[in-house]
């Protein structure tokens, strides 16, 4: 499957400027993560671009009704695998086993959650971001309470990292790839 391939299908079930972009954004921090532990980018950015791909349309049936519009539209079994995988323990049992997988489950959470702190900030950018202000920002329970601390050190855990490692490297992946 090709970045536009995975593109035509995202964009066939959403149309939200918000999920587009939250799309996008898990697509660069996995690219970035990729990169960085000797992976395909290409790849790991497909698994972000469509890991939420049903959730605007059938939030109810999120992880499991995209892998019926996956396999309807003849996406590699390993691609629909790794994308349910982010829901494991929410809206699915598949449980991330691969590198990859565990990233993604752990980092998609996060993602919201500093791209909502950035969203506070004068700058309205991560570019100019501490860990520091994720910390704190996560710390507070009331503050994008959607994003699930919870995930985030279980993610963290899954990984064998420390808060500060999955904060300081999604950061960095953020602003290797948003505003």
Known sequence: ??????WALLTKYNSEP???QHAQTVEGVMRWYA????YDPDYWGIVGLLHDLDFEQWPDEHCVKSQELMREAGVDEDI????ASHGYGICADIKPEHEMEKI???SDELTGLIGAAALMRPSKSVQDMEVKSVKKKFKDK??????????IRNGADELGWTLDELFSQTLEAMKSCCE
């Open 80 to 83: 629909i695998r790794s994308t």
């Open 104 to 106: 993604l489950f752990a």
């Open 18 to 20: 918000f999920h587009l």
């Open 142 to 151: 009331r503050f994008a309470a959607g994003c699930s601390r919870d995930i």
């Open 35 to 38: 990169q960085k532990l000797g």
């Open 1 to 6: 499957m090709t970045r536009d391939d995975a």
